[in-house]
Antibody, heavy 125, light 106 residues
Framework: QITLKESGPTLVKPTQTLTLTCTFSGFSLSTTAVGVGWIRQPPGKALEWLALIYWNDDTPYNPSVRIKLTITKDTSKNQVVLTMTNVGPVDTATYYC?????????????????WGQGTPVTVSS | SYELTQPPSVSVSPGQTASVPCSGDKLGDKYASWYQQRPGQSPVLVIYHDHKRPSGIPERFSGSSSGNTATLTISGTQAMDEAQYFCQAWDSNTVAFGGGTKLTVL
């Protein structure tokens, strides 16, 4: 059974760095074609993909926020960490991590089949 | 960046068929996925690879894709299907989500 859970601060001040941790179970990030992604959702708005890390350490990012993001993994701890620098009020959102699967032979093409419960983050002074 | 466009809302009567479209440039050449999100809950994958259903998703959910449009179809819509639906696809090694469609079961 695959589960994921996000953790991190609920309140962050503008210009600070936000660090979110995704702790998962039921799979290994060393398995071929597996990845973990971060997706956020501002209140009442659409989903926005942020970043993904694959089993082979490849890390695509959303170009619109690329400069602020770093995604890393600790396979031994079953964790993925997302760091976002210089946050502002527009970064207020619920942040989700999700298990990524690809079965088409092109590991970039896939879907998010298991999601965490999400963690709300507010950016405010 | 790649853009996926969805209508903000779709209404359907109970027992009828609901169709939720998602449009994007040459979307039919990519694989589309669909997610259901009920209020206060995390998204749930309901369709992947255009038309495949994950284990546990009812057969009334189906998907298709051609040209510039992918479509999520819900046959025999039930009250429990009232939710927000998001399409998703890949382009140039980045993920795109649609703006979401609120399905109302009247």
């Amino acid at each position: 059974q695959i589960t994921l859970k996000e953790s991190g601060p609920t309140l962050v001040k503008p210009t600070q760095t936000l660090t979110l941790t995704c702790t998962f179970s039921g799979f290994s990030l060393s398995t071929t074609a597996v990845g973990v992604g971060w997706i956020r959702q501002p209140p009442g708005k659409a989903l926005e993909w942020l970043a993904l890390i694959y089993w082979n350490d490849d890390t695509p990012y959303n170009p619109s926020v690329r400069i602020k993001l770093t995604i890393t993994k600790d396979t031994s701890k079953n964790q993925v960490v997302l760091t976002m620098t210089n946050v502002g009020p527009v970064d207020t959102a619920t942040y989700y991590c999700a298990h990524f699967s690809s079965t088409t032979g092109n590991y970039y093409v896939g879907y998010f089949d298991f999601w965490g419960q999400g963690t709300p983050v507010t950016v405010s002074s | 960046s790649y853009e996926l466009t969805q209508p903000p809302s779709v209404s359907v009567s109970p027992g009828q068929t609901a169709s939720v479209p998602c449009s994007g440039d040459k979307l039919g050449d990519k694989y589309a996925s669909w997610y259901q999100q009920r209020p206060g809950q995390s998204p749930v994958l309901v369709i992947y690879h255009d038309h495949k259903r994950p284990s546990g998703i009812p057969e009334r959910f189906s998907g298709s894709s051609s040209g510039n449009t992918a479509t999520l179809t819900i046959s025999g819509t039930q009250a429990m299907d009232e939710a927000q639906y998001f399409c998703q696809a890949w382009d140039s090694n980045t993920v795109a989500f649609g703006g979401g469609t609120k399905l109302t079961v009247l």
